[in-house]
């Protein structure tokens, strides 16, 4: 309601939230996207209780809060919202959003008087995914007309210590006129020839003169350079303590900036799923709480999802006939309702070429099982297709109290929660929600062709995940669900489901 209001409001350039709990999470997003879309304003927030520490102190505060820590910054990001560490980050940000204009490129141009905090910044500057410019030769040579010959006249541009106004004069002025150049940040240490307050009024002229792009200041020093900061802030120019906060408030204008020129479409709706099918399925399975496989890679397939063949088997003879059928090579897995982990229990066998090699698979299995799982009830064995050489990803849901349905990327295999490369969003997706998540994780250089290797089919893999948000806002009786690993061929061969889990 207050996220409406301020949208509204003429004075409010920017919103600041703070947050403990989170009841409704899709009101949530919808008022931030609402907002942001319909009149470009940046939304700020906090989430408090990012620690086991802190929830507990909030749930004691103000009730239960929603989800894990990692889905709030996913679902955050999706909607639009800048997620804060800090207060001081927080009003970091807000300064650079509400007084200054936003960067239309990442490319920055630093000046200082000082060449270590100018390092820092630079560094800062790319640790944060932004550039420095580089100066285009008619900037080059009016630095060198302007700038004494100790100057360095590269980016970033040190007008040496004993420099007075003129030469910030200079070096700002042309920074700014550069085409190259989106934005400045400029850095002042106080020194015996140092005019602070000369210095700061000629910035404020000198940005006055140029209000296409932003300038953010560093005037380092505290009481010495108190004066100076007010002369700044008192024209809205925004000052940093630090040179570090400058580039992460410039990135964060920057990413706004961009975020504005996605085009977003509703999400897709796949007119070839059965939805019938899967509800039916989901009916028989009241009172269960895992679907068992079987029923499992059905319902996938009623939303198109690209599962493998598969018969299940109760004798060896049975299983070595659903093989021939099928076609070698395949795999055998318990068929269970009170497995879930089939690999703990030796529960999975692959890669079996011939009839003999599934029967005597069969009966190991079988004997194996009775003795780690003598109370499970066993229904048979599943004699599934080898999916094709890929690379082994997961696609998950999870309903979460808040935000609702919740789909989760990441690589997969056996190690997926040592590793946590992950991503998460909720559901509803759109096209650029999907291509977004996947692009998120650590590892898709390994899709992508990373060192020489061919390019995994990262568009089925977007249309699976699309899918499966479609099935997770369908079927709201499923409480979790797996599919790890689904097998991502190369570039045009399509992914396949390897395995699945449902629990309800």
Known sequence: DLMYYLAEDADTKVILIYLEEIRDGQALMKAAQDVIRSTGKPILAIKSGRTQAGASAAASHTGS???????????????????????????????ALAY??????????????????????????????????????????????????????????????????????????????DPDVAGAMVILTPQSMTDIEDIALTVVKTRGS?????VYTSFMGEADVAKGIDILLRARIPHYILPESMATSFAT????????????????????????????????AEGKRHLPEAEATELLA????????????????????AAEEIGFPVALKVYSPDIVHKMDVGGVKLNLNGAGAVKDAFENMMAALRKAQPEATILGLNVQKMAPAGRETILGLKRDPAF???????????????????????APLDAHDVSSMVREIRSFPILDGARGARKCDVAKLEECILRLAQLAVDCPQIQELDMNPVIVGEEGKGAFVADARVML
């Open 100 to 177: 200054q204009p936003r960067p239309k490129t990442n490319k920055v141009a630093i000046i200082t008087n000082a060449g270590g905090p100018g390092v820092m910044a630079a560094d800062a500057v790319c640790d944060c995914g932004l550039q420095l410019a580089q100066f285009s030769p008619e900037t080059t040579e009016l630095f060198k007309r302007a700038l004494p010959a100790t100057a360095n006249i590269k980016n970033p541009v040190d007008v040496i210590g004993d420099a007075r106004s003129d030469r910030y004069q200079a070096a700002l002025s042309g920074a700014l006129a």
């Open 210 to 214: 140029n209000f296409e792009k932003p």
């Open 302 to 321: 009623a939303y198109g999802l690209p599962v493998l063949p598969y018969r299940v088997a109760r004798t060896a003879t049975e299983a070595a006939k």
């Open 253 to 284: 204008a920057y990413r706004f900036e961009q975020s504005l020129k996605v085009e977003r479409r509703p999400a897709p709706v796949f007119k070839d799923v059965d939805r019938a099918r899967a509800q039916k399925l989901l009916k028989a």
């Open 404 to 426: 609702g349905p919740v789909i989760m990327f990441g690589l997969g295999g056996s190690f997926v929660e040592i590793f946590k490369d992950v991503s998460f969003r909720a």
């Open 65 to 95: 809060l929603a989800g894990s820590d990692e889905v709030a910054n996913a679902i955050f990001k999706q909607a639009g919202i800048e997620r804060c560490s800090t207060i001081e980050d927080m009003f970091n940000k807000a300064m």
